[in-house]
């Protein structure tokens, strides 16, 4: 009896460690979400005043590529597919 008792304890403690792992790990993620959405929006200011200022954006990146494409992460999903 004293056995079973241990279990369902050692159960429940489980159970609250792992709610509570995603309680923290959710309002992390929203707080990491807030913060890209900050990030966007700062740079699409300074895209607007580049762009204001007569800089061609798009010439600039290709000859920082060199005309390469972006490279993706093999397998890896593009931030904004995620969200």
């Known amino acids: 009896m004293a056995a079973k ?10 159970l609250g460690f792992h709610k509570g792992s995603l ?9 990491l979400a807030r913060m890209l959405s900050i990030v966007e929006q700062l ?3 300074h895209i607007k005043e580049l762009k204001d200022l007569g800089v061609d954006l798009a010439a600039e ?20 597919e995620i969200l």
């Open 43 to 45: 740079m699409h200011m």
């Open 61 to 80: 990146a290709k000859k920082t590529n060199k005309g390469a494409p972006a490279k993706k992460l093999k397998g890896k999903k593009d931030l904004g």
């Open 23 to 31: 309680a923290t790990l959710t309002k992390e993620r929203e707080e």
């Open 5 to 14: 008792k241990l279990n369902e304890t050692q159960k429940s403690e489980k």
